[in-house]
């Protein structure tokens, strides 16, 4: 049985989880470790416009502060699927785990579900922007 009074605190956990992992992912990893020259190098080597890994930069940073304050939610989580699934795309010749060298897909095929749970949660507790919250069914009372 769901426990409906927790639900909240479950999608802001998942909603700070997954804030957090695109920030490090953007900022940390692609602006700081590998750079934004280095990042547009790795997608030309993959066939993808170099160009194209500043939008994803610039798309994650977003996403991820976005997620952590809790506006609009769904749309974030909806509008970065794209991006995973590409991410998956992209690891998929290295093979399934991502400890692999290169990384494999695992990992972001898992992100992209979890992004795909979140635009079915909502915001959770704690938004700036919390979505319109559907009401939860009452169970049929038995007189």
């Known amino acids: 049985m769901t426990d409906h009074r927790l639900a909240p605190y479950a999608a802001l956990t998942l909603r700070l989880a997954l804030g957090a992992m695109f920030l490090a992912h953007s900022v940390v990893l692609k602006l700081f470790v590998f750079t934004l020259a280095g990042t547009a190098a790795y997608f030309d080597s993959i066939g993808l416009p170099g160009w194209l890994a500043h939008l994803v930069f610039a798309a994650e940073a977003a ?23 590409g991410a998956t795309w992209a690891h998929a010749g290295n093979g399934w785990m991502f400890g692999y060298p290169n990384g494999g897909w695992e990992y972001p095929l898992y992100l992209t579900v979890l992004a795909l749970v979140q635009a079915m949660l909502g915001d959770g507790a704690l938004s700036l922007s919390p979505s319109r919250r559907i009401p939860a069914p009452r169970p049929a009372s038995y007189a």
């Open 63 to 85: 996403g991820g502060v976005l997620l952590l304050l809790g506006v609009q939610t769904r749309w974030v989580s909806l509008a970065l699927v794209p991006i995973l699934a």
